[in-house]
T-cell receptor
Framework: EAQVTQNPRYLITVTGKKLTVTCSQNMNHEYMSWYRQDPGLGLRQIYY???????DKGDVPEGYKVSRKEKRNFPLILESPSPNQTSLYFC???????????????FGPGTRLTVT | TQLLEQSPQFLSIQEGENLTVYCNSSSVFSSLQWYRQEPGEGPVLLVTVVTGGEVKKLKRLTFQFGDARKDSSLHITAAQPGDTGLYLC????????????FGQGTRLTINP
């Protein structure tokens, strides 16, 4: 089954304790992306990757790191989480970052993170 | 600044009524997508519109891309409780570096 998986689904942590949220896709997609979703703000892009070893900042990259060592995995790293990073996080992938056309993004189920 | 403005952000109507959700911008998009999100799940693509003026139908849902490719609408005819959810528009900006943006979302509730 074609899917994007994220782990963990729920995480409660304390300020400053490093954490990693994993993301994996089994569709051989080139493009992967991380978003955070907050009430009234919709989905905001944190980082994206057009292919292995190619990553770039989205709209809200501060406090986050990513890596793309393999095509299927795109982990999100919070080196020193803070309460303002409490949010719902989504990983997504698509075939390529094409300019137009049916470039559907497939989203993972989300990770709800609470930083106290 | 929100590059894609969705309105309304909240809408609660009775079963059987019609509704329209709007997605507006001052920027031009190469394509625009509509997603639907259920609680506890990620967004799922409903449709992509690419050509200015394009109209696509998905059963009782009608999607339109503005002639100037700056706006889009989603119209639901005879809404049903199963249409309840969060509707999101997103698009690829056509100017400068390729940039994918999302609207704030419209939370739709259809009451039986």
């Amino acid at each position: 089954e074609a899917q994007v998986t994220q782990n963990p689904r729920y995480l409660i942590t304390v300020t400053g304790k490093k954490l990693t949220v994993t993301c994996s896709q089994n569709m051989n997609h080139e493009y992967m992306s991380w978003y955070r979703q907050d009430p009234g703000l919709g989905l905001r892009q944190i980082y994206y990757s057009m292919n292995v070893e190619v990553t770039d900042k989205g709209d809200v990259p501060e406090g986050y790191k990513v890596s793309r060592k393999e095509k299927r995995n795109f982990p999100l790293i919070l080196e020193s989480p803070s309460p303002n990073q409490t949010s719902l996080y989504f990983c997504a992938s698509s075939l390529s970052y094409a300019l137009a056309g049916d470039n559907e993004q497939y989203f993972g189920p989300g990770t709800r993170l609470t930083v106290t | 600044t929100q590059l894609l403005e969705q309105s309304p952000q909240f809408l609660s109507i009775q079963e059987g009524e019609n509704l329209t959700v709007y997605c507006n911008s001052s920027s031009v998009f190469s394509s625009l997508q509509w997603y639907r999100q259920e609680p506890g799940e990620g967004p799922v693509l409903l449709v992509t519109v690419v050509t200015g003026g394009e109209v696509k139908k998905l059963k009782r849902l009608t999607f339109q891309f503005g002639d100037a490719r700056k706006d889009s609408s989603l119209h639901i005819t005879a809404a049903q409780p199963g249409d309840t959810g969060l509707y999101l528009c997103s698009g690829f900006l056509i100017q400068g570096a390729q940039k994918l943006v999302f609207g704030q979302g419209t939370r739709l509730t259809i009451n039986p």
